[in-house]
């Protein structure tokens, strides 16, 4: 059980300038005093539907044989998270995760049974490749790039318009929506939700849906989610590791430092890899921190909207 505040200054912090279009949603949940999950799931429903991010839901980019698949995960805590992995028919994978979570005794659904699944809780079947992503696949495809997905997927960079870059173009490539939040109560909860990488293989899941990969909520020490390049933050546990890091009485950045030096010591890094990483401990403090330039977090408050850099970046300066 655990020892809930009994009231609390609510939060919401998203991963990318992007997070803020969710936020406009999620927070009126939490002004009237609702629940951190609701907010949490109407961030990540809300960027799903928004064409104009192209890593999350629909605009999404597709797997190597031009099928977009979706994955996410909800969390309140270890006894209470859902997760979705393949979807290949609906759109709204982080709300397909909290009916998991919330309905069935399970925490994990994947693939075609997914999809039956959501079709059995009336979640609408939808298209999930739009036209511009179909553009981008051909193109893909033309080239005859290499398929490998991490080191084809370069790095975004952020410019905390909403929008993120590749040099002068728009980026094409892997992000995810990560929300977390505390409400009046007290109460913390988690979601991410993505399309994962760019021409992956088929079949291809990375961090985000993954519980204690992507994102790990634990009510009674704080939450961490991820973005990047999932492969990395898979090998080392990254959410739960910053969630650990704070049990430890890790200050939020701190935490998640620890995670990327973690990283840092367990693979090559190359330098187009990129993760972002953003902390709520249970008691309104957040950190942010990346391994690399390029990464904004969003926040809203009670004092507004902020878009903020991350506290900390393991490799500053190098080129964005
Ligand atoms: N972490 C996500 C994945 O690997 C993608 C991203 O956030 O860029 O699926």
Do not use: N
């Amino acid at each position: 059980m655990s020892a809930f505040m009994a009231s609390a200054t609510p939060i919401l912090l998203s991963t990318w300038s992007f997070g803020l279009r969710g936020h406009a949603a999620a927070w009126p949940v939490l002004e009237a005093g609702g629940h951190a999950v609701d907010a949490v799931v109407d961030a990540c429903t809300a960027i799903e539907a928004d064409p104009e991010v192209d890593s999350v839901g629909f605009g999404g980019l597709p797997d190597r044989d031009g099928h977009v698949t979706l994955d996410a995960c909800v969390m309140r805590s270890p006894a209470s998270c859902g997760s979705v992995c393949c979807l290949r028919q609906h759109l709204h994978a982080a709300r397909i995760a909290r009916d998991i979570m919330d309905s069935t005794p399970h925490v994990m659904l994947v693939g075609e049974a997914a999809d039956a699944y959501a079709d059995a809780v009336g979640e609408p079947r939808e298209d999930l490749l739009s036209p511009a992503a179909a553009k981008a696949w051909e193109s893909w495809k033309r080239d005859g790039t290499d398929v490998d997905q991490i080191r084809d997927a370069g790095r975004p960079v952020d410019r905390g318009g909403g929008q993120l870059f590749d040099g002068e173009r728009r980026w094409a490539g892997h992000d995810t929506i990560g929300t977390l939040a505390l409400d009046a109560m007290g109460v913390l909860a988690g979601a991410c939700s993505t399309s994962g990488s760019p021409w992956k293989l088929p079949g291809r899941v990375g961090d985000s849906p993954i519980v204690g990969h992507g994102l790990y909520v634990d009510p009674d020490i704080g939450a961490v989610t991820a973005t990047g390049s999932g492969e990395l933050v898979m090998g080392v546990c990254g959410a739960m590791l910053g969630v650990e890091e704070m049990r430890r009485g890790a200050e939020p950045t701190e935490a998640l430092l620890a995670v990327l030096e973690r990283i840092k010591s367990s693979y090559d890094l190359e330098e187009k890899h990129q993760v972002g990483l953003i902390a709520l401990h249970r008691d309104g403090r957040i950190g942010s921190a990346a391994l690399r330039d390029g990464f904004k977090v969003g926040i809203t408050t009670v004092d507004g909207d902020e878009i903020l850099d991350p506290e900390h970046v393991l490799f500053p300066g190098e080129s964005e």
